[in-house]
Structure formats: C-alpha cells, structure tokens
C-alpha cells in the first residue's frame, strides 16, 4: 500500500523538479525582475491607475516565465476609532491587506498571469512594518 501511494505522487514530484530545473537554468534572467512595492493610503483597496500602469509593465517581465508570483498585502492598524479593542483592529487590518491583495491578485488574473500561479500572503499590522502596501515578486520571502 505505501508503494502505490508513493507511486501516486510521483508526477507531482516530476513537476516540481521540472520547475526548478526552469527557474535554475533561467537563474540569471530571473534576477532581473525586481520585486514591486505598491504604495496605500491606510484603508484603501482599490489600485490607482498609476498603480495598475505599474504592475501592466512588471507582468510583462514575469509572463515570459513559469514562475510563481507572491502578493505579500500589508495592512496598518485602523486608527481614530473609538471603542475598538485590540484584537478588532488586528482583523480589521487583516481584512483590508487580504481584500487589497485579491484585488491585485485579480488584475494580475487578467492581465495574463494564470492563478494557479499566484500565491497571497495578507499580513496585518507590524511594528516593523507600518506601511500599507503591495509587494509582488518572484520570491517567496
């Protein structure tokens, strides 16, 4: 039984030596592609046109590759308003990081990056990190 489950995988497997065999033979190239910071007022969702003329271009470089692409969304803490506790501001901020990253990660969609390509990452508030913004790259950190 172990070997037929092990049998089962094993085109899984193939794949994924297949797409690092891709990406270490394209290593040099793929250095190129920067990763792209977007910035956000704190609340909002929606891409400016600036924002998508941005990423327009960055799929251009992307698209000639089989690679994965990460949205890392980050969020601030919501302020100025009264009786919110912790934990509420927390989800809050959560909440807009993940509907600003589905937002991207449906522009990405349409223009031509395929979804089971893109992998989103909502990050809520951090005191390292009090922006509110994008970052799409080609890496997973």
Do not use: C
């Amino acid at each position: 039984m172990w070997l037929s489950l092990l049998a089962s995988s094993a085109p899984a497997l193939t794949e994924d030596a297949d797409l690092n065999e891709k990406i270490f033979l394209q290593a040099d190239q793929l250095t190129e592609i920067k990763p792209l910071r977007l910035q956000f007022f704190r609340g909002q969702i929606q891409l400016t046109k600036n924002n998508r003329d941005m990423i327009r271009q960055w799929v251009r470089q992307v698209t000639r590759y089989d690679i994965p692409v990460y949205i890392h969304s980050f969020a601030s803490s919501p302020t100025g308003i009264r009786n919110m506790s912790k934990q509420a501001a927390h989800h809050e901020a959560v909440r807009i990081a993940f509907n600003r990253g589905l937002v991207a990660k449906n522009f990405l969609e349409q223009n031509g990056i395929r979804q089971n390509r893109l992998i989103l990452k909502a990050v809520g508030p951090n005191p390292a990190n009090t922006d509110d913004a994008i970052t799409l790259t080609t890496r997973r950190d």
